[in-house]
Nanobody, 124 residues
Framework: VQLQASGGGLLQAGGSLRLSCACS????????MAWFRQPPGKEREFVAALRWRGGSTDYADSAKGRFTISGDNAKNTVYLQMNSLLPEDTAIYYC????WGRGFRYGVHEYDYWGQGTLVTVSS
């Protein structure tokens, strides 16, 4: 399984950005896909998750109301739409996959596959 994250960039506070995670090499029907982020000098943290089957989602408190996770089954791609970005959203964003789909999990060790990360920088 390979995950390829893209879409990061530099933008001003208040702006929007959409990240993409292209998935290949597996059958993702029962997977749970997630986005994590790692701010400079901090631990990697959960942002949002999507269950492919059924489309249910879950969000960190920091993402609720501003970020939306979605998926395109035909393209095997997961998206993270980020609106009203803040400087504290600056981080490397990673997509991840839980192949067992056991339920929404929030720890980095709960996920089996990881993309390489894409940098989002939000200036004030």
């Amino acid at each position: 399984v390979q995950l390829q994250a893209s879409g990061g960039g530099l933008l001003q506070a208040g702006g929007s950005l959409r990240l993409s995670c292209a998935c290949s090499g597996g059958s993702f029907t029962r997977y749970i896909m997630a986005w994590f982020r790692q701010p400079p000098g901090k631990e990697r943290e959960f942002v949002a998750a999507l269950r492919w089957r059924g489309g249910s989602t879950d969000y960190a408190d920091s993402a609720k109301g501003r970020f939306t996770i979605s998926g395109d089954n035909a393209k095997n791609t997961v998206y993270l739409q980020m609106n009203s970005l803040l400087p504290e959203d600056t981080a490397i964003y990673y997509c991840a996959a839980d192949r067992w789909g056991r339920g929404f999990r929030y720890g980095v060790h709960e996920y089996d596959y990881w993309g390489q990360g894409t940098l989002v920088t939000v200036s004030s």
